[in-house]
């Protein structure tokens, strides 16, 4: 009541002074309501009233006569997050006043205080996980303002680990009662190791400890143990730089699916949601603001995180899309990205037949360095460096086809069936990448000619598809301006004489294609038919 009662006089007190507009007005009240911030701050451990619109509303005061007043708003505005949001975060109504709070303020924050939101984003994140899509768009308007070069890393896992956040946040009210008035931080931090390894076991897999038998080694309590410092990094206030999200050990997918039960509750699915429409900005701000540096970075953050998401059949579909499409992105724009991250993209590509989700990445990668000539023109030895590795990886697929012929594949037809497929379509998108990158790089065509040749002659040993492919390209091959045209850049910086510019293609009309098979003659066709005798009348 005290707190109800004192935030309506601090609104009247501010609604006066703007009124009137005086600096002496203003030096004679700051001094209450500076002594009433810090007595509401004092008593935040011990309270379990809702202080939060109070303190909004001083901190308002704070913010609008700071220069009068010689007041340092921000560290005021710290003390806030810290004393009173990281308890408060679960009242809808405290989390909806302070990212209203904060959009209004949003120009002077930015400008003023550009630290401030970058800090704290994952004590932000905590809002809109517990309180749901209604803050969806009020965060979002402040999330620019959250991508700094301090925690634009950081911030990548922390949306694709909205999900994940939420999971934490509903196992730790379980398991301390309830978050309401409670630091999630210091009340995970404060639990003795003996009690978090007994709640994490309740939430994962229904059942009590009773004794664990002092076996330190057994595998299961490990994993748990990862799954408890997941949980402890996600449940930071603030931005602590970029850590080591825990998805090394091979039960987390298998132990979070147990924790979230056969039931999702409603905030985990409007995670679900959620995460990827968050993602989907944030990328777009990247592209537009972020520069190279950082952007290079984060592609390795990408390419891991990748096929370590919380599982959920159409959340990883959304999330995926979004990652690949944001690193083709990337490469677009910045081709020499391919030639810097040379070593964890090939490292990516060996990884293919591992799973779905590495294999989808391994395609779009061998795609990005055929597409972008390994980073270039001017990256030749680069070039050469990937060029020998998907030459490598080319003959250990052809190895093992060989190798497979020798078995009896009788016993699980169809599943041999659906690795020969998915085999098919990774050696097509390698054995285009090695044509493209022999097109872009012509010192390279002898070693390619040879490849593809041993490819398009084991017609017994791989998928038609496969050596068909490699055919096409050898023959591609002997017309060099032909295969200049359809495998080399699309961006058309390469003039050659009889080649297509595609990009002229909305203003060119069919007579300015030059017909190579027609020897690169001046002067009109000399056939005597017709475009339309040969594609037909519309």
């Not at 390894?197 to 994993?223: F, H, K, P």
């Not at 900005?281 to 537009?288: E, G």
């Not at 599982?311 to 391919?338: G, V």
């Not at 590495?358 to 990256?379: F, M, R, V």
Request: charged share 20%.
């Amino acid at each position: 009541m005290f707190y109800l009662f004192s935030y309506y006089q601090v609104n009247k007190l501010y609604e006066i002074c703007k009124a009137e507009n005086s600096e002496d007005l203003v030096a004679r009240i700051y001094p209450q309501i500076n002594k009433l911030f810090q007595r509401c701050i004092a008593s935040m451990p011990n309270s379990r009233s809702s202080a939060g619109l109070l303190l909004l509303a001083i901190l308002q005061f704070f913010l609008d006569y700071g220069e009068t007043t010689l007041h340092d708003a921000d560290a005021s505005i710290r003390t806030f997050f810290r004393s009173c949001l990281s308890r408060q975060f679960t009242d809808s109504l405290v989390a909806a006043a302070t990212l209203n709070f904060l959009n209004r303020n949003k120009t002077k924050l930015f400008s003023v205080f550009p630290s401030l939101l970058p800090e704290y984003f994952p004590l932000f994140l905590k809002l809109i996980a517990w309180n749901g899509g209604t803050l969806e768009k009020t965060f979002l308007k402040l999330l620019p303002g959250m991508m700094s070069p301090t925690s634009f890393l950081p911030l990548f896992p922390a949306l694709i680990d909205l999900p994940t956040l939420v999971l934490a946040l509903e196992r730790l009210g379980q398991g301390s009662g309830s978050l309401v008035g409670n630091n999630a931080a210091s009340v995970q931090k404060s639990q003795t190791p003996e009690n978090l390894l007994q709640l994490m076991d309740e939430a994962y897999t229904g059942s009590t400890i009773v004794d664990r038998g002092g076996d330190s080694g057994d595998e299961n309590i490990g994993s748990r143990d990862d799954v408890e410092a997941l949980f402890l990094d996600l449940l930071k206030d603030e931005n602590d730089g970029l850590t080591e999200r825990h998805w090394t050990s091979p039960h987390m997918a298998a132990l979070l699916q147990a924790a979230m039960g056969s039931t999702q509750s409603e905030r985990i699915k409007q995670a679900f949601k959620m995460a990827p429409r968050l993602l989907e900005v944030y990328f777009r701000i990247a592209l537009r603001d972020v520069n190279d540096s950082l952007i290079c970075a984060l592609i390795p953050i990408i390419m891991a995180r990748n096929s370590t998401l919380i599982p959920d059949k159409t959340f990883s579909f959304e999330i995926q899309k979004r990652l690949l499409e944001f690193m083709l992105s990337a490469f677009q724009r910045s081709p020499h990205f391919i030639a810097l991250l040379k070593k964890p993209i090939m490292d990516r590509i060996g990884e293919a037949y591992d799973s779905p989700a590495k294999t989808e990445l391994a395609l779009q990668l061998c795609w990005a360095i055929g597409e972008h000539g390994g980073g270039g023109i001017s990256h030749k030895d680069a070039a050469r460096e990937l060029f020998e590795s998907l030459e490598l990886l080319l003959y250990e697929n052809l190895s093992s086809s060989r190798l497979a012929l020798n078995h009896d594949i009788a016993s699980n037809y169809e599943g041999v069936i659906l690795k020969k497929s998915g085999q098919a379509r990774f050696l097509c998108f390698v054995v285009t990448a090695i044509a493209k990158l022999a097109t872009y790089h012509r010192e390279l065509i002898p070693r390619a000619r040879v490849c593809l040749a041993k490819v398009a002659r084991s017609r017994y040993v791989l998928d038609k598809t496969v050596w068909m492919h490699a055919r096409d390209y050898l023959g591609l091959m002997n017309e060099p301006a032909i295969c200049l045209s359809i495998l080399g850049p699309s961006s058309g910086s390469h003039h050659c004489p009889a080649t297509v510019r595609w990009s002229e293609g909305g203003t060119k009309a069919v007579a300015h294609i030059p017909f190579y098979l027609l020897g690169e003659k001046d002067g009109p066709p000399f056939h005597d038919y017709s475009l339309s005798d040969i594609v037909g009348k519309t």
